[in-house]
């Protein structure tokens, strides 16, 4: 059985509406950030590969398995989806008790999967209480918990962190990074790129329907051969390596940081840039405390490469 | 310490009436009734009978065309009270067909996308946003009753030799009054039940429901009960009694089960009073979520 | 051929019947809790219900002598032929049947169900199962109650007539007309609800189809619900006025054909809706 989700050529079109255009993706195990303007198809794509529509052209599968297999597929794939509603009249552990009593469990190994997945995201005390009463974030948490209740082992996640508070934001991430880190395919969507970033090991950027980029984050950005990279050095005498770096025609922009100890320098050569750096540091003239990349997350990139005629959603 | 640019200023020209902002809600709620397709299709097939009845009033005044048609064929295109009760009839039965796909869609997506609190946030009472969306069911359900009822009204004395409008003067108002019985009535009805079930989808249906299932009960208690009083229930049949005494037609229906004047407009009264009750409790600028 | 057939059968040998049977029945139940036993269904057991409270009235009120048997059961049979089924199990069903898909997409839930490791056909069978069990439950409670009351307040010579005459057979064919008639109209409106956005009209059509059914040619009365049922009615309702139109007297179809007439065209439905569920999508945007 294959351990990836497989795009080949798939398209969507509603009517005369394109959803995404020839997509053809492979997505390993870990986590993958799905990022894009509104509207872009990031919905889509996650609705196509969850089954809950059809691809206009092209096949998916995921780890083998397509939704034809409903009791395999579904076993193995859990959707949190954003649509904010819910069956009428039931309480939060109703609502995933129900869904995992479709599994064929037992009652009572139902019940401890509840117990389980309640806890994990924070919600044992309200789970006796109706749903309709929940708060936006106590409703995206049992949207939550209703998708993990069964141990898939992809997970797929439209606006997870949608209508938290901070604190249940952080846990949240905490909890998608154990799962990544446990070796389940996670697929999240959001807008909250700073946060997903830190737990993210790939990244899809996609726009009008098209796949624009997709793969680690860091190769991603270097790929963006007309953005150079930007690197952030922290140092006792940022403005003396500022010229000195610009002593090299690679290096084409310089910013000092605010508070002075530092400075930005963007390079398109970057192994020249890291090589003539340890040069600098090898001489003793700057004592450098640090050296990071400053333009190699999931923001920058989209920025870059979508740029701001739409926001990350 | 804080400044302030003091560059701010609240809007403080003219504005219009509040009668004059009820019709503007009149308008949008037209416009969305007239949007779709089925609308047109509808109001399309409720002006068919119009145009037989048209015909047939060119025929029953035309003596070339009943010199044509022989002996008692010729009969059955008189032009009185009875052939104007029919043409009411089956345009206000078609009204209603047309009234259980637009009172829906001129009011469940307010409630159905909760944007009743932004429209009723607007300087507009709830008199006024029930009154508006009235307005245009008012209108709509005008263009397929009494308007062709009174055209061919209208035809009929022009075409005919005698000098025939002035001795039935009785049925033009008998079609203006039955036919705004019955739309005040289906339009105070259709916004209620369509506030009240909130899904378009299900609106329609429990229009429908809310006047054939009360008939149909009304006719059971009269056949259990042996009772006249079940027919208070049956909207058809009391408005179409209203309908024959309006415009002075023998009435057709058996004489036992007779209702007087007072009772069915107690009865319709007492409708349109339940669905008052249930637009003061649906439109609302609030809604409560019992968790 | 005779691969394709062999192939066929093992595959049906290897299905996972047994997990089938357990996701069918638990989802029937949830259901079943869901639609049956909450107070926005409370219309429906006031549909199933009227005709009973006024039989209620009739019992502690009216005075009932032997003469007039005949006439309470004319009575009751005009409330069977003329209520329930054009009326209370019609708009009943359509009420239960077209929310457990398209009442599900308008409140935007159904990917729940689309997401559960549940086979799509089995969901709608299921589905369809606690629909038929909920309005069988509801109208056959009350007509079985419709037939006590009207014979109870005879004493004596009402239960003669159950129990040595006519009765008792009565009872079963009106018990076995609901039964057919939820099943019948389910299906039918449960295949609407998923070809419309809005089944409501469609549903009118079907009223009217199965009005004028009686005077359209016998091939095309094959293709209603309610001219297998009218064979099926032990006593002839006179109806005057419209009435009479529903009632038209058509060539007699024995009883077995007419109920397998019906579950041929139930089956029909039903296996055209499998086909259809398989391909829905959720474009909650549209719905």
């Not at chain 1, 780890?63 to 954003?82: H, I, K, N, R, W």
């Not at chain 2, 200023?9 to 509040?18: D, F, K, M, Q, W």
């Not at chain 2, 043409?87 to 209603?96: D, I, K, R």
């Amino acid at each position: 059985m294959s351990d990836q989700i497989i795009f080949e050529d798939v398209s969507k079109f509603y009517g005369e509406v394109l959803g995404v255009n020839r997509i053809t993706l492979s997505i390993p195990p870990g986590i993958t950030t799905l990022v894009g303007p509104n509207g872009s198809g990031k919905t889509t794509l996650m609705n196509l590969m969850t089954g809950l529509i059809q691809p206009s052209r092209g096949r998916l599968s995921v780890l083998g398995l397509t939704p034809a297999d409903a009791t395999e597929f579904f076993s193995a794939v859990g959707y949190c989806a954003q649509f904010d509603s819910f069956p009428r009249n039931i309480t939060g552990w109703q609502f995933v008790y129900d869904s995992l009593m479709l599994y064929g469990m037992e009652k009572a190994m139902a019940a401890d999967f509840t117990v389980e997945a309640l806890d994990r995201v924070q919600l044992g005390e309200a789970a006796g209480r109706r749903i309709a009463g929940y708060s936006k974030g106590m409703r995206q948490k049992i949207r939550l918990a209703q998708s993990i209740a069964h141990h898939p082992r992809v997970l797929v996640l439209d606006e997870p962190l949608n209508g938290l508070d901070p604190m249940a934001r952080a846990e949240s991430m905490a909890l998608f990074e154990d799962l990544g880190r446990q070796g389940m395919h996670v697929i999240i969507s959001s807008h909250i790129l700073d946060e997903v970033d830190r737990i993210s090991d790939r990244v899809i950027l996609i726009t009008g329907g098209y796949l624009i980029a997709e793969g680690d984050i860091h190769q991603v950005r270097q790929e963006v051969h007309e953005k150079p990279m930007q690197v952030l050095i922290r140092c006792d005498r940022p403005e003396v390596l500022a010229s000195r770096m610009f002593s090299v025609n690679h290096c084409v922009e310089a910013r000092l940081h605010a508070d002075g100890k530092g400075v930005f320098l963007r390079t398109s050569e970057l192994d020249q840039f890291y090589s003539m750096l340890n040069g600098i540091a090898a001489e003793g003239l700057i004592k450098i405390d640090s050296v990071a990349p400053a333009d190699d997350d999931a923001n920058a990139i989209y920025q870059y490469l979508i740029g701001t005629e739409g926001s990350a959603s | 310490m804080a400044v302030y640019k003091r560059s701010y200023r609240a809007y403080e020209g003219p504005v219009t009436s509040p009668a004059e902002r009820i019709l503007v809600l009149a308008r949008y709620a037209w416009a969305e009734a007239w949007a779709s397709k089925i609308t047109i299709a509808l109001f399309i097939l409720c002006l068919v009978p119009c145009l037989i009845s048209l015909v047939g009033i060119y025929a029953a005044n035309n003596p070339l065309v009943r010199s044509l048609i022989n002996g008692k064929a010729s009969e059955l295109i008189n032009v009185d009270a009875g052939f104007f009760l029919k043409v009411l009839s089956g345009q206000c039965w078609l009204a209603l067909v047309l009234l259980s796909w637009v009172a829906p869609r001129v009011i469940t997506f307010d409630l159905a996308d909760s944007a009743l609190p932004i429209l009723l946030s607007h300087p507009i009472s709830r008199f006024g946003y029930l009154f508006g969306k009235f307005l245009a069911l008012f209108a709509t359900l005008s263009i397929v009753t009494w308007i062709p009822c009174l055209g061919l009204f209208i035809y009929q004395g022009y075409t005919s030799t005698l000098p025939w409008m002035a001795g039935n003067l009785r049925i033009a108002f008998g079609i203006l009054a039955g036919s705004f019985i019955w739309i005040i009535l289906l339009s105070i009805l259709g916004l209620a039940l369509s506030a009240w079930v909130k899904w378009r989808v299900v609106a329609t249906g429990v229009i429908f429901a809310a006047v054939f299932i009360p008939a149909g009960v009304g006719a059971i208690a009269s056949a259990v009960l042996r009772t006249r009083w079940g027919f208070l229930l049956n909207i058809p049949y009391m408005i179409t009694l209203v309908w024959q005494r309006l415009l002075g037609a023998p009435e057709h229906f058996n004489t036992d089960n007779f209702l007087p004047n007072g009772s069915i407009a107690c009865m319709l009264t007492l409708a349109c009073l339940v669905c008052f009750a249930m637009l003061n409790q649906r439109i609302r600028a609030r809604e409560v979520v019992r968790g | 051929m005779a691969s394709s057939m062999a192939t066929m059968r093992e595959r049906l040998s290897q299905a996972p019947w047994g997990l089938w049977w357990i996701q069918g029945y638990r989802l029937t139940r949830i259901e079943l809790r869901r639609n049956l036993f909450s107070w926005r269904a409370a219309w429906i057991y006031f549909l199933a219900f009227v005709p009973t409270f006024i039989l209620l009235i009739h019992l502690v009120v009216d005075r009932h002598s032997g003469n007039s048997i005949s006439e309470d059961t004319s009575i009751l049979a005009g409330i069977v032929q003329l209520y329930y089924i054009r009326l209370g199990v019609f708009f009943g069903c359509l009420g239960i049947f077209s929310r457990l898909i398209r009442g599900e997409m308008i409140e935007r839930s159904i990917h729940f169900y689309l997401l559960s490791p549940v086979r799509r056909e089995l969901q709608l069978l299921a589905k369809f199962a606690a629909g038929s069990i909920a309005a069988i439950l509801l109208f056959a409670s009350a007509i079985l109650a419709n037939f006590v009351l009207v014979y109870v307040g005879f004493g004596a010579a009402g239960s003669d007539y159950i129990f040595n005459g006519p009765g008792l057979g009565q009872m079963e064919s009106y018990l076995a007309i609901i039964v057919l008639a939820c099943l019948g109209y389910g299906a039918v409106f449960l295949l609407l609800s998923m070809m419309f956005r809005n089944p409501t009209p469609a549903a009118m059509l079907v009223l009217g189809w199965e009005a004028i059914n009686p005077i359209l040619p016998s091939l095309l009365q094959k293709l209603s619900v309610a001219s297998y049922l009218r064979h099926l009615m032990p006593v002839q309702v006179g109806a005057e006025g419209i009435f009479a139109l529903l009632t038209v007297k058509t060539e007699p179809v024995p009883a077995w054909q007419a109920t397998l007439g019906l579950m041929a065209l139930i089956a029909v439905v039903l296996f055209y809706s499998c086909l259809r569920i398989r391909k829905l999508e959720i474009r909650y945007t549209t719905d």
